[in-house]
């Protein structure tokens, strides 16, 4: 019913920029909160930034805020993570998600396959 495909990710050193994108097919959802969200080997999947697709409340977790910002496009059912000046502790695999409430992990209920970022130092 739910379809997310990211693209974007790649390789950047410390301080440089990289853009995600996510574009969804939502079936019959009108509004639904979607977002990003990273996970490396062997830690917990954590919210990064979700908003709605309607926009509204926008939460960042607090590792990000002033240099990441996330976008919709409710036209084109994308939502965007402009990551700037990325750290090496940034580098994770990055999911989009939607379906769920704020940035707790476990209430999403739809997810893409993951795009790599690697921030080397």
């Known amino acids: 019913q739910v379809q997310l495909v990211e693209s974007g990710g790649g390789s950047v050193q410390a301080g440089g920029s990289l853009r995600l994108s996510c574009a969804a097919s939502?079936?019959?959802?009108?509004?639904?909160?979607m977002g990003w969200f990273r996970q490396t080997p062997g830690k917990e999947r954590e919210g990064v930034a979700t908003?709605?697709?309607?926009?509204?409340?926008?939460y960042y977790a607090d590792s990000v805020k002033g240099r990441f910002t996330i976008s919709q496009d409710n036209a084109k059912n994308t939502v965007d993570l402009q990551m700037n000046n990325l750290k090496p502790e940034d580098t994770a695999m990055y999911y989009c998600?939607?379906?769920?409430?704020?940035?707790?992990?476990?209430?999403?209920?739809?997810w893409g396959q993951g795009t790599q970022v690697t921030v080397s130092s």
């Open positions: 939502l079936g019959t959802y009108k509004n639904i909160r």
């Open positions: 908003i709605y697709t309607n926009g509204g409340t926008i």
């Open positions: 998600a939607a379906g769920g409430s704020r940035l707790f992990t476990q209430t999403y209920n739809y």
